[in-house]
Every structure is written in structure tokens, then in C-alpha cells.
């Protein structure tokens, strides 16, 4: 099991369903085929994950600057949107 070490410190179990979920939004957004919006999702979560599981403990921080540079690869439209997104959250 891969443990998240969340900003406050706490600690929660990985959960691939909330990064797919914070892409979707992200990518929905874009002007992309809904083909290729699901390509996109399909194959950022996957990489997310391929990185995440190789370790026990995992920060959000890693998390968050896997999607972006993965984002900023694959759909800068939908990387500029989740990274407006992350700022308001965190306000």
C-alpha cells in the first residue's frame, strides 16, 4: 500500500480515483477531442501511478508535480487550468 503524506502532515492511503479525477476536470476543460481527452487522462494516470508505486510514502508535492510536468507534456491547455485550480484550493 502507498501512503500519502498529505501538506498538514497527515498521512491516507493512495487513491488513483482523486488524481483521475482532478485530470478529468482539468483536460474537460480543454478544446481536445473527447477522444483524445480520455487518451490524455487514461495515460497521465497510469504514469502517476507507475511513478507512486514504487514507493511506500509518497508527498502530494510529488504528486502534483508528476501531473503538472505530465499536463504541461501532453496538454498545456489543461495544465494551465489544473494549475489555476491547485491555487484557488489552496486559498
Known amino acids: 500500500m502507498i501512503e500519502v503524506i498529505k ?3 497527515e498521512k491516507e492511503k493512495f487513491n ?6 482532478s485530470l478529468i476536470s482539468a483536460v ?13 487522462v487514461e495515460e497521465i494516470t ?6 507512486a508505486k ?9 504528486i502534483e508535480a508528476k501531473i503538472l510536468l505530465e499536463l504541461e507534456e501532453n496538454c498545456p491547455q489543461a ?5 489555476e485550480y ?3 484550493k489552496r486559498k
Open 46 to 51: 497510469k504514469r502517476v501511478f507507475d511513478f
Open 54 to 62: 514504487r514507493k511506500k510514502q509518497i508527498f502530494t508535492a510529488e
Open 7 to 9: 501538506k498538514g502532515g
Open 16 to 21: 488513483l480515483n482523486k488524481i483521475k479525477k
Open 28 to 40: 474537460e476543460a480543454s478544446d481536445l477531442s473527447q477522444e483524445k481527452k480520455n487518451e490524455i
Open 79 to 83: 495544465a494551465k487550468i489544473w494549475r
Open 86 to 88: 491547485r491555487l484557488k
